[in-house]
């Protein structure tokens, strides 16, 4: 049985698909069978003990049901993360709300940039009272500029990380919160070192540690659970809108799972802020180990790291260049065949 259970994991999409892969379609047929079987929408008296008591080959075609649903929608989860990411091009009406969404979120970054520079002026008088009311204008102004400033460094700001990027293109915001801390996470954890991830991402990874790689998957897949049951539980609010006819407990339904939709969306937040991280730290131990496995000389200084990173960097995310025309100056760093390997010193396990 445990042989037969690896292989029927491996066929179902590998280390990646998990039982939080049908959880998020779980919960939502659970909850719209519930309902029906249990007559609430009928308008009459729920009767609870009606689901306990359904037919158990019933109950196991539904679970059959929602592991191959959730199989079929595997391939999916990434295309469902990007359009809560608010990646809403190739249609004309996603593209206004795209934009209309976009200049909300750049709207707050610079009210938040305004507020976190409000100082409160000292008061002329000397009397108690005035003091004591001073101390607490000011101890007000400043949970509202530290709220100010831990807003800004939810956004993405600075330049394309992209040598080759138009000039003035400092504007990378998303039209959805989420998107924003990914992609500030994303361009924060490379630019540093003059590195874009979405160009060097698939010669970095394999070069991760196993315990990077292991928590880097965590996080990928605790950020597709999160997401999906948000749309799971958004789809649940509008299945149970017509329980708002009841006028009774069941009424308050739909505003349940609309507070765990917004939960869920808060908590895809918090994971992607840890995700963001994450990626900082595969740049911070790895990226030598990239180089190191493109037979690249490793810079002395980070000036000059810097430097032919932007290089590599704009080589990568033009896969027409020619290596001889784009790599101008660069040494390879062949190491000794009679020595043992002196590559990177933690592999990947290649689950990423």
């Not at 039982?19 to 249990?38: D, E, K, R």
């Amino acid at each position: 049985m445990s042989g037969l259970s690896q292989a029927a994991g491996k066929a179902l999409g590998g280390a990646r698909f998990t039982v939080v892969s049908v959880l998020p379609v779980a919960v939502l047929a659970g909850y719209v069978t519930a309902l029906v079987t249990s007559g609430a929408y009928a308008g009459d008296a729920v009767h609870l003990a009606h689901v306990v008591k359904q037919d158990p080959t019933w109950l196991a075609l539904a679970a059959f049901g929602c592991l191959l649903v959730g199989l079929l929608l595997r391939p999916f989860q990434v295309a469902l993360v990007q359009i809560l990411e608010g990646y809403w091009q190739g249609r004309a009406v996603p593209e206004v709300a795209a934009a209309f969404a976009t200049e909300r979120h750049r709207r707050r970054l610079h009210t938040a940039v305004v507020v976190s520079d409000i100082a409160v002026p000292d008061a002329s008088g000397t009397d108690f009272a005035d003091v004591v009311d001073l101390a607490r204008r000011r101890s007000r102004a400043a949970r509202i500029a530290a709220r100010a400033e831990n807003r800004m460094l939810r956004y993405p700001t600075g330049p394309h990380p992209i040598p080759s990027a138009a000039e003035g293109d400092d504007d990378r915001l998303m039209p959805t919160m989420l998107g924003n801390i990914l992609r500030e996470g994303e361009d924060t954890s490379g630019r540093r070192y003059g590195l874009d991830l979405a160009s060097v991402s698939h010669r970095l990874y394999p070069q991760l540690s196993p315990k990077l790689t292991t928590a880097v998957n965590q996080q990928l897949d605790l950020l597709d659970t999160t997401c999906a049951l948000s749309v799971c539980f958004a789809l649940a609010t509008l299945a149970g809108a017509p329980l708002l006819g009841r006028l009774d407990a069941w009424s308050l339904a739909p505003f349940v799972t609309a507070l765990l939709s917004v939960a869920a969306y808060r908590g895809s937040m918090r994971v992607a802020a840890d995700h963001g991280e994450l990626l900082a730290a595969a740049f911070d131990l790895h990226r030598f180990d990239m180089l190191t496995a493109l037979h690249l000389k490793l810079p002395s200084t980070p000036a000059e790291e810097y430097e032919w990173n932007r290089v590599l960097t704009e080589f990568f995310a033009s896969p027409k260049t020619l290596a001889k025309d784009e790599l101008l100056g660069v040494a390879y760093d062949h190491p000794d065949p009679s020595c043992p390997a002196s590559g990177a010193t933690g592999q990947g396990d290649g689950s990423a």
